[in-house]
């Protein structure tokens, strides 16, 4: 039996079809200019410091959909968006968007990880143009556009293979060492393995989501049992310092080390940090197992740099660095060594070894065993070395009459 439906009823089932058929022109414009803003948006609210693609490459994506939904007559569409030049930067888009990178990622190896000048960007962008230019008209519309032939999806699936093929062998081969010269290949070697092993990752230098649970009972030192107990409290510029103590100690046998750092966690009670939401637990741990061992001597050391108040990572707090000399006092230690804030390169210090024998090399003098270049401070990060006035103030003791908060011999941060 058929259902009896009156014509109202038509309008009432399918509300979104109605409501479509007679505000059409309306929704396609405001998609239109909602796809814009969005568009704008992503050119100005996305930058180098925030994670990507993450959600954030949500909105050119809605954006592109609502653009596309939109239609040909929208006043947007129809006024800006079909001008001869962007229809002609849409048409090359994707060979475009398949030559700029590796044009500028290569411009970046070629210079040993230091960033291409604008000059060169620019000119990087310039031929990233030409080439998709050429290839949309001599590659993509003859494959696309022409005869159909057998070889098309033949040739398409062998190249798509052997290139799955030559990926695979750089992966595994840890990216062809031996095209470079032998001198270079242990600069461009990956230390990171020896690193982790050093710092004692994971046990005794803390990754970002781990707690205090996770400190091993190797990271305190049982022998020899009389020397004198010294231990190093801080970040991952704490774990820098752990190797170099720790083979004066196989040296001298002359103390006993112990090590407790964390990832992105300075030594400072009561710091809060949104990077690493363990730090304040961590280092409550570590002030509980210093009142416990009562170490002789402790050293503090971090990024100091890091701490001043932007994406996340928290600021220095004086308040919180008295807290923090006390409790260490209250706690019987005799020395508190401070280190100041370490140099911080702008390349790794092999790059700019690699970088230097590069251009040594052109000059036919390379020699890569040669210490760094004589004008390395322009490698060095001067907004870190400009945070060390503020972290020797910042851990001035304020008690003038206490002069056992010690500096450290190089760099030194305060007394």
Wanted: aromatic share 10%; charged share 20%; hydrophobic share 45%.
């Amino acid at each position: 039996m058929r259902a009896r439906q009156s014509p109202s009823g038509a309008k009432t089932t399918r509300p979104l079809e109605h409501l479509y058929a007679t505000h059409h022109a309306r929704i396609h414009t405001a998609a239109a200019w909602i796809g814009l803003a969005l568009l704008l948006a992503t050119a100005f609210l996305i930058d180098r410091d925030q994670p990507f693609p993450g959600w954030r490459a949500l909105l050119p994506t809605i954006a592109t959909a609502l653009l596309i939904f939109a239609g040909p007559h929208t006043v947007i569409n129809q006024k800006l968006l079909s001008q001869g030049a962007l229809v002609a930067i849409g048409l090359i888009s994707y060979p475009l968007y398949l030559w700029h990178w590796p044009l500028l990622v290569f411009a970046r190896i070629a210079r040993f990880g230091s960033e291409p000048t604008i000059l060169m960007k620019l000119a990087l962008v310039a031929l990233a143009f030409v080439l998709a230019a050429v290839t949309y008209r001599w590659l993509e519309r003859p494959f696309r556009f022409g005869r159909p032939a057998a070889w098309k999806p033949v040739g398409a699936t062998l190249g798509l293979a052997a290139a799955a093929c030559f990926g695979i062998a750089v992966w595994a081969s840890a990216g062809m060492p031996g095209r470079f010269p032998e001198g270079l290949q242990h600069l461009l070697r990956d230390f990171e393995p020896e690193t982790r092993l050093a710092y004692r990752s994971g046990s005794c230098f803390l990754e970002d989501t781990q707690d205090s649970t996770s400190f091993a009972e190797d990271c305190l030192d049982q022998d020899p049992a009389a020397a004198p107990l010294v231990l190093l409290w801080g970040d991952s510029y704490a774990a820098h310092v752990f190797p170099g103590l720790a083979e004066h100690r196989r040296r001298t046998m002359s103390m006993r080390l112990a090590e407790y750092t964390a990832s992105g966690c300075p030594p400072i009670l009561g710091f809060s940090n949104a990077q690493r939401p363990n730090c304040a637990e961590v280092n409550d741990d570590i002030a509980g197992r210093i009142a416990t061992l009562k170490p002789e001597t402790v050293i503090l050391a971090g990024r100091w740099s890091l701490y001043d108040g932007r994406e996340g990572w928290g600021s220095l707090d004086a308040d919180q660095i008295r807290q923090t000399i006390a409790a260490l006092k209250a706690s019987g230690v005799q020395r508190i060594v401070v280190v100041g804030q370490f140099p911080i390169w702008s390349l790794p210090p092999q790059m700019i070894l690699t970088r230097d024998y590069q251009i040594d090399m052109m000059a036919f003098r390379a020699s890569p065993s040669r210490p760094l270049p004589r004008d390395s401070i322009r490698y060095l990060d001067v907004v870190a070395l400009a945070a060390e006035p503020q972290v020797r103030q910042l851990w001035s003791d304020p008690d003038s009459s206490h002069r056992k908060i010690r500096c450290a011999a190089t760099p030194a941060a305060c007394c």
